[in-house]
C-alpha cells in the first residue's frame, strides 16, 4: 500500500506564491505518473497539473505560465509551484499518482492524498 500525504498548504494573499508539496510512501515499486488535483466547495474535482515518467507535463489552462508541476524519483515527491495566486485559486488540493502511464484515459489512479486547503484571499 501506498499512502500520499500533502503539505504546504494555507492561506496566500492574492499575488502571492505556494508550493505544495507530496511524498509518496509505503511500498513502492513504481510510480510512472503523478499529479494534482482541486476541488472547490460544490465544484467537480478538476485535473490542475500532471507530469509523465517522460517528463513531459500538463496544466489547466489557468495554470499555464503561472504553476509548474515538478517531480524528484529518488524521493518520490511531487511540488506544484503556485504563483500569482488568485481567489478563484481557493480549494482543497489532492496529489495522485498511478503505476502506469494513463491514469487520466483510463478514469484512475491507484493513489491518491487526502487532500490540503488552499485558500487565497483578496
Known amino acids: 500500500q501506498v499512502r500520499m500525504v500533502e503539505s504546504g498548504g494555507g492561506l496566500v494573499q492574492a499575488g502571492g506564491s505556494l508550493r505544495l508539496s507530496c511524498a509518496a510512501s509505503g511500498t513502492i515499486f513504481r510510480i510512472n505518473t503523478m499529479g494534482w488535483y482541486r476541488q472547490a466547495p460544490g465544484k467537480e474535482r478538476e485535473l490542475v497539473a500532471i507530469?509523465?515518467?517522460?517528463?513531459?507535463?500538463k496544466y489547466v489552462e489557468f495554470g499555464k505560465g503561472r504553476f509548474t508541476i515538478a517531480r524528484d524519483n529518488a524521493k518520490n515527491t511531487v511540488d506544484l509551484q503556485m504563483n500569482s495566486l488568485k481567489p478563484e485559486v481557493t480549494a482543497v488540493y489532492y496529489c495522485a499518482a498511478d503505476r502506469e502511464d494513463n491514469p487520466v484515459t483510463k478514469g484512475r489512479w491507484d493513489y491518491w492524498g487526502q487532500g490540503i486547503q488552499v485558500t487565497i484571499s483578496a
Open positions: 507530469i509523465y515518467s517522460d517528463g513531459t507535463k
